[in-house]
């Protein structure tokens, strides 16, 4: 029987909602899945066949302790997805890469450590927000006339130690919402809506996640062309999953993110989705 270790993170233990129909896809397909925390020190990872990231959301604040973490269980089993996507994928400068191969991503502006917090364009409206985040942490929306307090979090971000980007704010998602197409074992299976969730003039979230409103979602030709893309650009085979969100805009769909680490699947939007996964991982397994 196979041991999977499905990590989470203390800070989201009861969080995860797709932790339960993955524990109940798991016990169907006889799987011996169980739920721990990747920072948890009293655990032996070496007595799981696989560790499966699933929601280890806080290593956004604790990225080099994350890494080694996960080069670490890389030793002793096998991490999924594995450790040179997991460097890769969390770091958003990927974007700038994918952007180069020439992926349709949204326009961005990089401010490392040691440049200036207003070297960024006149934008009319505009998001700035950490290259390495999730749960929309640290991401705020500025309107032109607001850039003195956008380079005051610029600044902010950087004197924490983090990276920037800043993006032209694509205002058709207001209406129409983001896009996120989930893939396992490089197959599309379903997709997602997610309402827009950086309301103008607010505060970037002091939650472990800003709260989303989801629902399922029927993709567009376009956005599945390029979730194809995106996947194809890829500098790895296609992962066992993966998530592309994406935004629309007045030229079509543009490239948000790609999750190869820790995406939320939303497994309770598509009937059959959790054990098309486990299927996917057994498979990858045997
Ligand atoms: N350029 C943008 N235009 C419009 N909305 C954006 C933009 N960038 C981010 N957002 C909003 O902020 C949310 C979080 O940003 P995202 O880049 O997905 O980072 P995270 O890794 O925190 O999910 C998105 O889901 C979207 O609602
Ligand atoms: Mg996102």
Redesign the pocket.
Known sequence: MLRIALATAVAAFTLDEDMDPLLAACAQAGVAAQRVAWDDPTVSWQRFDAVLLRSTWDYTDRLTEFLAWCERVSTQTQLINPLAMVRWNTDKRYLGELGRAGVPV?ETCYLGLADAPDDFPAFDEF?L?PTV?????G?R?FVADEREAAVAHAAALQAQGREVMV????AQ?DSAG?TALLYFAGAFSHAIR?G???PRGSEATRALFAPEQISARQPGEAELALAERTLDALPFDRPLYARV?L?PSADGPRL??LELVEPSLFFDTAPGAAQRFVAALGDALR
Do not use: C, N, T
């Open positions: 949204i998001v927000k985040g999730a749960g929309s942490r991401a929306r993006q032209p704010y694509l998602v983001e997610k827009p969730l950086l969100d935004l948000l993110e």
